[in-house]
């Protein structure tokens, strides 16, 4: 119902088997800025992961803030069925877990796509007991002055900080590792990870082809390393869906293909009844030269995703030297120009939105 200039939400606290009490949002209605479709989408890797700890409520809002077209998370599950915002299978590269001795006990060892991982796993905590936890930055040499003072969010208030913003901002989620979040969460009357992910969406009422009335009032790309999740929820959803594409020599976690298989002529075609684009690493479209550091001959992957009418979004843009090849001089303006204006992408996942934004404002005044 409308009250004032609000739109009154009711959501439930929790998703699955769990209940809890009602929560209100109140999303702004006002005339909002649509959200610009002239270059390419700036999409906040993590939220702005480059300043703020990742997939948090202010690395979020931050990005907003910085001119992110999309904001993107990374979607799994905890042991009651609620959904979050985080991207490791365990807890202990970006939490404070260690410093937690009442859960000293739940350390483990499973089998994660094809190898034996230990640690604290997600899957093995509560919502409830993972909100004891508090974020860090997963790189040492990032600013490290909000480590320790953020919590892990719900897929649920990731969502409402895009709605809440005063323009149009789209978003970006990932069903994360759906394979291992099916085998070990216990889904209530039978569900899937892919059902409490869709239930969701469409609770905030998130529909709709690519470029449609409904998706430019709410912009939305969902994205996923197992295609067959992407085919489920096809059945589910018209909403756009990108095929993530791993390095090359990553097998699928649910199909187990190589990376020649699902990149060839005849898997595109494929695909391409199901996704608007693919999003590859980016050193799998131009590889660099592991000895000198500098990018070697470009492939055609982007033009043959283009000519099967496919958009191209790669993974993933950091400002920092470590992680800019030296073709681009420690300049990260001078890759995005590369990415943008010699492969022609349509999209860039980033860890600095504000760089990528600044960069696109400067470039279009030329």
């Known amino acids: 119902m409308w009250v004032g200039t609000f739109f009154i939400v009711f959501l439930a606290a929790v998703a699955g088997s769990s209940c809890g009490a009602a929560r209100l949002y109140r999303f702004p209605r006002s005339a909002r800025v649509a959200i610009q479709d002239w270059r390419p989408f700036n999409v906040a890797h993590r939220g702005s992961n480059g300043e703020i700890p990742e997939e948090t409520a202010l690395a979020y809002k931050r990005a907003i803030e910085e001119g992110a077209d999309f904001i993107e998370a990374d979607i799994t599950a905890t042991k009651d069925c609620v959904l979050i915002c985080f991207h490791d299978p365990i807890l202990d590269d970006v939490t404070d877990i260690a410093a937690h001795p009442e859960f000293r006990g739940?350390?483990?060892?499973?089998?994660?796509?094809?190898?034996?991982?230990?640690?604290?796993?997600?899957?093995?905590?509560?919502?409830?007991?993972?909100?004891?936890?508090?974020?860090?930055?997963?790189?040492?040499f990032r600013d490290p002055s909000f480590n320790g003072k953020l919590q892990i969010i719900t897929f649920e208030r990731f969502i409402s900080i895009a709605l809440e913003a005063s323009r149009t901002v789209g978003i970006y989620p990932e069903i994360k590792s759906p394979v291992f979040m099916n085998k070990h969460v216990q889904w209530p009357q039978g569900k899937r990870v892919e059902d409490s992910f869709m239930e969701i969406l469409q609770k905030y009422g998130y529909k709709g082809k690519y470029k449609s009335d409904d998706w430019n009032k709410q912009p939305i790309f969902i994205q996923s390393f197992a295609p067959t999740s992407l085919m489920y929820i096809s059945n589910i959803t018209d909403s756009p869906k990108i095929f993530l594409i791993d390095d090359a020599t990553v097998r699928t976690q649910d199909t187990n293909q190589s990376y020649a298989e699902i990149t060839s002529n005849r898997y595109l075609d494929f695909i391409s009844n199901y996704v608007v684009g693919i999003g590859p690493w980016k050193?799998?479209?131009?590889?660099?030269?592991?000895?000198?550091?500098?990018?070697?001959?470009?492939?055609?992957?982007?033009?043959?995703?283009?000519?099967?009418?496919?958009?191209?979004?790669?993974y993933t843009f950091r400002n920092e030297n470590q992680f800019l090849h030296f073709d681009f001089h420690e300049d990260p303006y001078e890759e995005f120009e590369y990415w943008i204006k010699t492969v022609k992408v349509d999209?860039?996942?980033?860890?600095?939105?504000g760089s990528l934004h600044r960069y696109q404002e400067w470039s279009s005044k030329e």
């Open 106 to 140: 739940r350390r483990a060892t499973y089998e994660f796509e094809g190898q034996n991982l230990t640690g604290f796993f997600v899957v093995d905590f509560t919502f409830e007991e993972l909100q004891r936890l508090r974020l860090r930055q997963r790189y040492s």
């Open 283 to 314: 050193d799998t479209i131009v590889p660099p030269n592991i000895t000198t550091g500098y990018l070697m001959n470009a492939t055609h992957l982007v033009s043959r995703a283009h000519s099967r009418h496919l958009q191209v979004h790669p």
């Open 347 to 353: 999209g860039l996942f980033t860890d600095f939105p």
